[in-house]
């Protein structure tokens, strides 16, 4: 069962490196996601949680509850365990495990379409993105944070070259859509947006907490 659960954890999220510097945000709060990758796991709603340039998401998969941590300003991730009481840190500046295919960024032709929509409450403007990636609508807004997106760090992948656009300008997705050969699905989606005041303790390792992180480099290296 603990390796299922670290293998899984390991291969569903590691964030988008930040390669470029994070603005400071004034929203502190919680956005609600669902997600089309993760519900084929069995997650439900996603709590994706903003202070400052601090991020965090809860996953609760079978009962289980672990957290992952994006801390920008330390250049680094951490996935907390919440079952084996653990926590592995990733430094998102070590190249070490990253190979050719991995440090390519795809272009990517990015196109405002002039429209906009109102998702869980909030105003977003609709972009059309073409990559190597594939096709994407997206509905980006601006006040609300930085999403850092998870990426499959145990198949080395580089996360989505659109992904790595909202890093760089500090946009949240509230909805992302897929588009091939005809068909719209959508991927991500905002359900709720709650403006609240946030514990500094949710964005840090609780304390007692045992380093695993060997563990992660071991997975990573098979």
């Known amino acids: 069962m603990k390796k299922l659960l ?3 954890l390991a291969g569903f999220f590691v964030a988008v490196s930040f390669s470029t510097p994070i603005q400071a945000q004034n929203f502190e709060g919680v956005i609600y996601f669902e997600m089309a990758d993760l519900a084929k796991q069995g997650m439900g709603e996603i709590p994706y949680m903003v202070k400052g340039n601090k991020g965090r998401m809860e996953i609760n998969h079978m009962g289980q ?11 680094k991730m951490v996935m907390i365990i919440e079952q084996m009481k653990g926590y592995m840190e ?6 070490s495990n990253k190979n050719a295919e991995m440090d390519k960024t795809s272009e990517i032709d990015m196109t405002n ?9 909030k105003t977003c403007a609709v972009w059309r993105m073409e990559s190597e990636d594939g096709t994407f609508e997206t ?10 997106m998870p990426q499959n760090q145990m198949q080395k992948q ?5 992904a790595q656009k909202f890093a760089e300008e500090g946009s949240m997705p509230l909805e992302i859509i897929e588009i091939k050969n005809g068909k719209r699905t959508t991927q991500m989606k905002a359900t709720k947006i709650e403006e609240k005041s946030l514990s500094d303790d949710l964005f840090k390792v609780p304390e007692g907490y045992r380093d695993m992180s060997g563990m992660m480099k071991g997975m990573q290296n098979r």
């Open 6 to 8: 670290l293998t899984l």
């Open 65 to 75: 509850k672990n957290a992952m941590l994006m801390l920008p300003d330390e250049s």
């Open 90 to 95: 990733m430094d998102l500046n070590d190249t």
């Open 113 to 121: 379409t002039g429209e906009t929509k109102t998702i869980a409450g």
């Open 139 to 148: 509905c980006m807004a601006k006040g609300l944070g930085t999403f850092m």
């Open 158 to 162: 580089q996360a989505p070259a659109w």
